[in-house]
């Protein structure tokens, strides 16, 4: 089940130029990864959270992550529907969460996400 929009997934070619936007937009770094080459980031503003990452190539454009939760029983539900294009079925990301990817009839990718429990 869907529960809400967690965060918008950005690649950029124009790393700099892309951070001062966002910054300019109220966005600051909550955390960043990478290295020179494929840098990354966690930007917050209030409770809108966006990744940015750079792109080595063509940016694949902007990918809206739902949080969701009983992903054994969507992912079979999401296969076993003729109207739904699962681009990904459930699998684990090397950052730690897991996650079923979705393709709309005009072939926009959305990702549905479990992240880990915090504090554990």
């Given at each position: 089940?869907?529960?809400?929009?967690?965060?918008?997934?950005?690649?950029?070619?124009?790393?700099?130029?892309?951070?001062?936007?966002?910054?300019?937009?109220?966005?600051?770094?909550?955390?960043?990864?990478?290295?020179?080459?494929?840098?990354?980031?966690l930007?917050?503003?209030?409770?809108?959270?966006?990744?940015?990452?750079?792109?080595?190539?063509?940016?694949?454009?902007?990918?809206?992550?739902?949080?969701?939760?009983?992903?054994?029983?969507?992912n079979?539900?999401?296969?076993?529907?003729?109207?739904?294009?699962?681009?990904?079925?459930?699998?684990?990301?090397?950052?730690?969460?897991?996650?079923?990817?979705?393709?709309?009839?005009?072939g926009?990718?959305?990702?549905?996400?479990?992240?880990?429990?915090?504090?554990?």
């Amino acid at each position: 089940m869907i529960r809400n929009v967690d965060h918008f997934y950005v690649e950029t070619r124009h790393w700099e130029r892309s951070v001062s936007f966002w910054k300019g937009l109220g966005f600051s770094f909550a955390d960043r990864w990478g290295e020179d080459g494929h840098r990354a980031g966690l930007l917050r503003c209030g409770e809108a959270r966006l990744v940015l990452a750079e792109a080595n190539g063509a940016p694949e454009g902007v990918t809206v992550h739902f949080a969701a939760e009983g992903l054994e029983a969507l992912n079979a539900r999401l296969l076993a529907d003729a109207n739904v294009d699962v681009a990904t079925p459930l699998e684990d990301t090397h950052w730690g969460s897991r996650w079923i990817r979705v393709r709309d009839p005009d072939g926009r990718v959305y990702a549905l996400e479990a992240r880990p429990a915090q504090g554990d």
